[in-house]
């Protein structure tokens, strides 16, 4: 690496650390936030039920001090893409009497893994969730399995899990669960679920109000991809992704009849 690059690359960090500071709270700068706390009043909606932190670099220790906020009491919708809170951030989110009230929690990209999703299964606060993003946080099978015993989360509709570390183990031990029957969309896309993993799915029983389900680019084949097709466990199916997988032009035939026949869109490409 030549000089150039080297202060190049300095002067980013430097810049970084003046305005977000080293804790992942921003720093002052032209006016803007000071604190996790300006942050909150910065973008927070008027009515308290909705926040949008999505982009920003809290860290765990930003989480932690987002967690125990009074203003939040009334929080519904809570957005943290990208904030990189890892599982002690996700802990101490999971501990907050002020998050009680939450509805849609998009956690996109926050490195929980398997331990961070079993804070937010262990948390008792967590019973209203109607929407859960999840995707791009290296959860595994043993995250997923946890997720799957818990009974907390009946009147979840949509969950996102897409491109995580999931493989035919952990959507089985999905499929078997009972604990999701208002749950409407499913999104797997970019796992390794396989055809072990769609044919567990195949002949689950728990998903009666199913009507959108993501398996793109998860290695199926056309044994997995024939066993959705003729499930019965999703009378209420509308859309069934299989993009980026290795379906066969026979297989893809059966699809397009599929589609003509129970009116349900597969998408194949």
């Known amino acids: 690496m030549n000089r150039i690059e080297n202060g190049f690359r ?33 973008r927070l909606s008027v009515d308290g039920k909705s926040l ?26 809570l957005l943290l893409q990208g904030n990189k809170i890892t599982y002690r951030g996700m802990k101490a989110l999971a501990k907050s009497p002020y998050l009680v009230h939450l509805k849609h929690l998009d956690l996109w990209g926050n490195l929980l893994g398997d331990l961070g999703l079993k804070a937010l299964v262990d948390s008792p606060h967590f019973k ?6 999840l995707w791009k946080n290296e959860i595994g099978d043993d995250g997923l399995a946890l997720f799957a015993e818990s009974a907390q989360f009946k009147n979840l509709k949509i969950l996102m899990l897409n491109d995580n570390l999931i493989t035919p183990e952990g959507l089985a031990a999905l499929a078997q669960s009972q604990n999701f029957p208002a ?23 728990g998903f009666p109000n199913l009507q959108a389900l993501y398996l793109g680019q998860n290695q199926i084949t056309d044994a997995g991809a024939l066993a959705l097709l003729r499930s019965r466990g999703f009378p209420n199916l509308k859309v069934l992704d299989l993009v980026l997988n290795r379906l066969t032009e026979k297989t893809l035939v059966e699809v397009f009849q599929y589609n003509k026949e129970k009116g349900v869109q597969v998408i194949t490409r």
Not at 28 to 37: D, T
């Open 10 to 42: 300095a002067g980013c960090l430097l810049l970084a650390i003046l305005v977000w500071g080293p804790s992942g709270e921003a720093w002052a700068q032209e006016g803007g936030p000071e604190s996790v706390e300006d942050l909150v009043k910065a």
């Open 52 to 77: 949008d932190l999505s982009g920003g670099t809290l860290g765990p220790e930003g989480a932690a001090k987002l967690a125990t906020l009074e203003s939040l009491g009334k929080l519904e919708t």
């Open 128 to 133: 209203d969730l109607v929407a859960l993003k």
């Open 183 to 205: 749950l409407e969309t499913l999104n797997l896309f970019r796992n390794e679920v396989g055809d072990g993993g769609v044919e567990a799915l195949a002949k689950a029983q």
